[in-house]
């Protein structure tokens, strides 16, 4: 699988908003803000999913169930937009919206999602100076009407393609809008990400980072106006 350059991933990102509930009356505005925990990383265009219990976004640490080629294009290239369309058929999936901007540090970037009460959230989005890593959140709780929630958004290595921090794989800064594009196998499977090495193109001392990367915080506006 060939890497889009980042500015083709952003283009292809638009918004959408598809809803499978039932009961119209059920649902609620939610307007979800992802704010970029770090300095110097570019968080690519997020996706936000609203679901029931039974979905599970991916499997940590299980060799068995890799990422799937969606959600790898998500963490290589910043596009979240073939795994909306996936996720759209998803029983378990009753929203979806992607965001259509990079999230710079210090500015929190917000999308409305219309979805029922008492659902599920999950938020991912690609780190862009890296070669596969992507912010999450899984399975957070949506709040009550005119209440918040928050939650803090781990790094995770999706495991497709080899950390080897090299420009001609990597599409966000400091490499150029026209990087990215080369490809190579990763582990297999998605882990807990273990951070820039500073080994080839990208600076660990303006790069690397340890803990959170993103603070995902949920807030409901009430129900849905017809």
Request: hydrophobic share 40%; with cysteine; proline share 7%.
């Amino acid at each position: 699988m060939k890497k889009l350059v980042l500015a083709t991933a952003i283009t292809a990102a638009l918004s959408f908003n598809p809803v499978f509930a039932d009961d119209d009356s059920d649902m609620m505005i939610y307007h979800v803000t992802i704010t970029n925990a770090t300095v110097n990383h570019k968080i690519a265009p997020p996706i936000i999913i609203a679901h029931e219990k039974g979905f599970q976004l991916f499997k940590l640490g299980d060799d068995t169930s890799p990422a799937s080629m969606e959600l790898a294009t998500l963490a290589e290239t910043g596009n979240p937009g073939p795994l909306a369309n996936m996720l759209s058929m998803d029983s378990n999936v009753s929203a979806v919206v992607t965001g259509d901007a990079l999230i710079h540090g210090g500015v929190p970037y917000t999308v409305e999602i219309h979805a029922p009460k008492n659902t599920l959230f999950s938020v991912a989005a690609m780190l862009a100076s890296t070669n596969d890593a992507f912010t999450a959140a899984m399975n957070i709780k949506a709040p009550k009407s005119n209440k918040h929630t928050h939650a803090m958004g781990m790094t995770f290595d999706a495991g497709s393609e080899m950390n080897n921090e090299d420009c001609a794989y990597v599409p966000g800064p400091p490499c150029t809008g026209m990087s990215g594009n080369a490809n190579a196998p990763g582990e297999g499977f998605i882990s807990i990400h273990s951070g820039i090495s500073g080994k080839a193109g990208i600076p660990a001392a303006m790069y690397d980072w340890r803990g959170p990367t993103s603070m995902i915080s949920i807030h409901n506006d009430g129900k849905v106006q017809n």
